[in-house]
Structures are given as C-alpha cells and as structure tokens.
C-alpha cells in the first residue's frame, strides 16, 4: 500500500505541473505557446513582398528569411504569382515554404485546357541573369535550411527555341539542405547538389533544359528520392531536339553512398551520367531508375571500385546517330552492375562497354537493338571484366560481340532468340548454358 501511495503522488504532481506552469505563465503574460528551439513562423507578405506577377520581390524574401535569426524557423509564402530579378539566401536552419503539400505538375504550357504555373499555388517567376549561366544561382540552401511546395518558373525561356542560359535555380551547401515537393517547370540548369553533406532532395518535378541534378564532392550520404524529369512545358521541335543532343539529368561526379531511388527523365542527350572529378568518382546504390527517349541512358567515365549498383532499371535509347543503352567509356576503372534491369526501344546497341574496369549484367531482359540491321550486337565489349549470366535476349540478332581487348569475360545461362551468336576473340572467356528457343 505504501508503494501504490508513492506512486500515486508522483502521478498527481506530474500531471500537476503543467497546470501550474500554464497558471503562473498566465499571471506573468509569458506566452506558453508551443515551439521549437524558439522558431519562428513569418508570413513572406508582412514584409512587402507582392504576388502580382510584376512586382520584384528578391529584398522582400530576404528580409522575411533574415528575420528569423539564428534559430531558424519558416517563411509562408501564400498563393501568388511571385517576380525575383536577384537571388535568395535561405539561410541556417530556415524553411521557405508554399501552399503544396505534395509536388504537382503544371503541363498546361503544353496541354491546352490544363492549369498553368500562374493559375495557382505560389510560383516563383525567375528573371535574373539570363544569359549568364555562372552568376549566383537563384535560390541557395545552407545547413538545415529547406526549400518546400512551389512552383519555379522562368517565364522569359521560349517554348520552341535553343533556350537560354541561366545560372542553377537552386545550389545546395553545408549540411542536411533538402528540397521538398518542389517543381522546377523550365530551369536551364535545375539543382547544383555539390559541396554538401546529407543533401535531401524528395518529390521534385520538372523540365530541366540542360541540367538536372549535379552531384559532386559529397563525402556524407547524398539522397534523392521521386524525381521525375518530364516535358511538360514544351515538347516542341526546336527546343526538345536541343534538349535530347545536350541535356544532362542526372550527373554523378565524386560521392559517396549516394542513395537514389525512383528518379525518370524522358528526353536527354544523356539520363544518367557517372564520372569523376578532382575529388574522386562516384559509388552509390540507384534503385528503380528509368531513362525513356535518350540518346544514351547511362554513361560511365568512371566508378568507384566498390561499384555503381543499378536494380530495377528501366532504359530506352532512340534518338539521335547511333543511340545506345549503355556506354562505359575507356577511362572507367571501376565496377557497374546492371540486375533486374529492362532495355527497349529502337537502339544500335544495348550496351558498348570498354575500360578496365567491371560490368555486370544479370537477370536483365533486352528487348530491341540494331535497328538498321547493320549486324551489331546487342552488347559489344572492348575492354575490361563482364559478366552477362541469367539475362533474356528477346530479338534474333547476334547476342554479344567480344574483342581481343576484353580482359576476361563470362557469358553464361542466358536465353535467346534463335539460336545463340556469340563471338569472340578474348583468350580469357567462359560462354556456356545458353539456350535458344
């Protein structure tokens, strides 16, 4: 009984105390409202900032964001259609955030009678520096601080032209910035995600020109995570066939264990491009990736040796001279691995692999290659270590061509269309259990 006492008091004073501290805070006029670390919530209007589609509001922003103080907290941005002529600073710990819980998309530019960027939510109108691809970019993140449900737009690009330059819309820095349902409607070069630790970059959508995403000296786990780089503000002849000789998606310099997950891009003279820097090359594990209508999926200049890992891949090559799936060039010396990864489209090739590094493919299906019956090879290989084992090869064309260069080479258990074709040159090769139908 005494016990049961003991610990009914402490219940009585515990459940107590808040109510004590609410009736002296009351006495005392303290506000007791609660918050985090003493952040702040501000509302971006209160400090002059219009959202007519007209006004400049580059100082308006920054006051709002420099009011916070060390602590951080967020700036509000209601709807309105929002002009900046500069560049923003988001600093410590700081969020500016829209009125979009969850990333949309504005194909109204393309799609007549769908919404436009100006019709609703809070979108930024990007006017500065156009031109200038190396000024400041237009929106800058620093450790902790965030960027959260608006829309980017640069209203002055043209629809049906080379487009224009201008600097990256967004540059993320110091330590866990992230960009959160985010659109970036029509940026030439979308985010600079370099020069950081632990950058977070979720649920964004977009047409990058030029660019999509630079990854480069990342030490710290990078992720990206449901990024989909679609045309829906123009797929107009003069701009997309720009678009598919020079844009760049995804761009992996020196990073380690990036973590990328669900990402697609449609339209790009390159999808996923993996190289080196100064710094170093890249490793990381990429899950659920797609390149659709590429003139090359993926490219490899370089990898780390503890290997790029790409599963469940989706890739389609088809414009431009001689598109192809895959392309590892002379100067990688790391490892890449292809599982459970699909290749399509009207290509020349799946695969040209060279370097003396590795590559892998397994349980992979190719589907079509050598689209003007020239007698390529789904996959060509010279130089370096291969493994192609447990893949299907669904066209009656020849399989795999190897040269005297390959270092060494298995191809085994494979299925194929027609009966297996398969040559090789390499003196250090295993090619055995793979079927015909």
């Known amino acids: 009984m005494k016990l049961f006492r003991y610990h009914m008091l402490i219940a009585v004073a515990v459940m107590s105390a808040p109510l004590l501290s609410a009736a002296n805070a009351q006495d005392k006029n303290v506000n007791i409202e609660p918050s985090v670390n003493n952040a702040q919530s501000v509302n971006v209007i209160d400090f002059g900032a219009v959202g007519d589609g007209t006004t400049d509001n580059t100082e308006a922003f920054q006051k709002a964001l420099d009011s916070l103080g060390p602590a951080g907290g967020v700036v509000n941005v209601p709807q309105g259609q929002y002009k900046f002529t500069g560049s923003v600073n988001i600093p410590q710990g700081a969020t500016l955030r829209g009125p979009w819980n969850s990333v949309t998309a504005h194909n109204g530019c393309r799609d007549k009678g769908l919404p436009k960027p100006t019709d609703d939510g809070a979108t930024f109108l990007v006017t500065g520096n156009a031109g200038t691809e190396d000024a400041d970019a237009f929106i800058t993140l620093h450790t902790n601080s965030v960027l959260q449900g608006v829309v980017l737009y640069w209203p002055e690009q043209k629809e049906n032209d080379v487009p224009t330059p201008y600097p990256w819309a967004v540059k ?240 085994t258990d494979n299925f194929v269309k027609g009966a297996p074709r398969i040559d090789s040159k390499c003196e250090n090769v295993r090619i055995e259990g793979n079927l015909g139908d």
Not at 202 to 228: A, S, T
Not at 260 to 284: A, K, M, Q
Not at 318 to 334: I, L
């Open 172 to 411: 993320m820095r110091g330590k866990n910035p992230a960009i959160v349902d985010v659109e970036l409607l029509n940026p030439y070069n979308a985010i600079d995600a370099s020069n950081n630790e632990r950058a977070l970059i979720r649920n964004v959508h977009g047409q990058p020109l030029r660019r999509g995403i630079f990854v480069d000296r990342i030490y710290d786990i990078g992720r990206i995570e449901n990024v989909h780089f679609n045309p829906w503000w123009s797929m107009k002849p003069k701009l997309l066939s720009w678009q598919q000789q020079h844009g760049e998606a995804f761009i992996f310099k020196r990073t380690d264990w990036h973590y990328v997950l669900n990402t697609f891009c449609f339209g790009y003279g390159v999808g996923y491009e993996f190289g080196g820097s100064d710094d170093g090359v890249c490793n990381g594990n990429f899950l659920g990736i797609g390149a659709d209508s590429c003139h090359t999926s993926v490219l490899v200049e370089q990898s780390a040796p503890f290997g790029v890992l790409i599963t469940n891949g989706e890739f389609v090559a088809m414009k431009g001279d001689n598109p192809t799936q895959v392309v590892v060039s002379k100067t990688n010396q790391g490892s890449i691995r292809f599982s459970n990864c699909a290749f399509w489209g009207p290509c020349e090739q799946i695969a040209r692999l060279s370097g003396n590094g590795t590559v892998g493919f397994s349980d992979c299906e190719f589907v079509q290659w050598d689209r003007n019956n020239k007698g390529n090879a789904a996959i060509q290989i010279d130089g370096g270590s291969v493994m192609i084992r447990g893949c299907n090869f669904q066209e009656n064309k020849k399989q795999i061509s190897i040269s005297e260069r390959t270092k060494r080479a298995i191809i």
